[in-house]
């Protein structure tokens, strides 16, 4: 397992949480079955002295040929989540640490009469080739000051775990959410039951798409990246060095590369498992890499 090492102002909160998190997800004890609903099993968990459970939604993704780390920025990315996250409205990268550890702002809808929900967080990521734990929580930070038109909601703990498993990949979708303010209990009741139902709606967005551009190897600096999921557009910023992007031919059955800056030229290669790999080298400087259908 992986975690980039850095020195934050927020890595031990990061880190402890990860820490919990990956003992939320790597077992059923202490969990209770609730349901199970569109192929995703749901179950809960009491914490004493916590008036809100634990909820978790595990599943399944089959029929695509994919590594664990190839669906983990199909959880985050804005232009993925709001193709399968309903309640999603924006979110924003305030500060990138490293590679995979951020400082970051969501942005929930809420219906009326209910005021929309913020969180300010951090998110992490600890990886191998088997297996990726992507853990999300609350903190506050000046970079993200309190909105006068929402709630700001704490995330206590949340996290998504995708392993290598018979027949596929495992999801498994942990979270705890205190929304503050006024929720009305139907609301909050839904909410319970909704959230974990996320793991399926990933699993279903990766079926219909495909997974999104998985940057993988970047031996310079990673600036950032974005995805449109319906144009099936992809950018990343990096400074120096070579990467190497995994593609999903679902999402991408052509792919033109542009490059803004200075770099070699792209290579790309169709690779066995219904994917493609660029590889771009020689990167002077900041380059802006944009792939298009």
């Not at 090492?5 to 402890?16: E, G, I, L, M, Q």
């Not at 793991?199 to 940057?215: H, I, Q, R, S, W």
């Not at 031996?219 to 992809?234: H, I, R």
């Not at 120096?240 to 995994?246: A, D, K, M, P, R």
Request: aromatic share 10%.
């Amino acid at each position: 397992m992986t975690i980039i090492d850095s020195d934050n102002r927020h890595a031990k909160v990061s880190r402890d949480q990860l820490a919990y998190f990956k003992t939320l997800a790597d077992t059923l004890d202490g969990w209770d079955f609730a349901s199970e609903q569109d192929d995703v099993k749901l179950y809960t968990k009491d914490i004493p002295d916590s008036p809100l459970p634990i909820v978790r939604g595990d599943t399944v993704l089959t029929g695509i040929k994919c590594a664990p780390m190839d669906i983990a920025a199909a959880a985050i990315l804005p232009g993925c989540r709001k193709m399968w996250d309903e309640p999603f409205d924006a979110s924003d990268i305030r500060e990138l640490y490293t590679r995979y550890e951020t400082l970051f702002w969501c942005k929930l809808k809420a219906p009326w009469p209910v005021s929309p929900r913020d969180i300010s967080g951090t998110s992490i990521r600890d990886f191998s080739d088997d297996v990726v734990y992507l853990s999300m929580t609350s903190v506050e930070d000046g970079l993200n000051p309190p909105d006068p038109t929402c709630v700001r909601a704490n995330l206590i703990v949340s996290g998504w775990k995708f392993y290598k498993t018979e027949g596929g990949i495992g999801i498994t979708y942990v979270t705890q959410i205190d929304l503050a303010g006024y929720i009305p209990y139907w609301l909050l009741k839904s909410i319970q039951t909704s959230v974990p139902l996320c793991a399926g709606k990933l699993a279903d967005y990766v079926k219909e798409y495909g997974f999104p551009p998985n940057t993988r190897v970047c031996t310079g600096k990673f600036l950032g990246e974005s995805v449109e999921t319906e144009s099936a557009e992809y950018t990343v910023e990096v400074e120096g060095g070579e990467i190497e992007c995994l593609v999903s031919n679902k999402m991408f059955p052509t792919v033109q590369v542009q490059v803004t800056g200075e770099a070699g030229e792209p290579a790309v290669v169709e690779q066995e498992d219904e994917s493609k790999l660029i590889t771009i080298k020689g990167i002077t400087g900041q380059v802006k890499v944009r792939l298009t259908r």
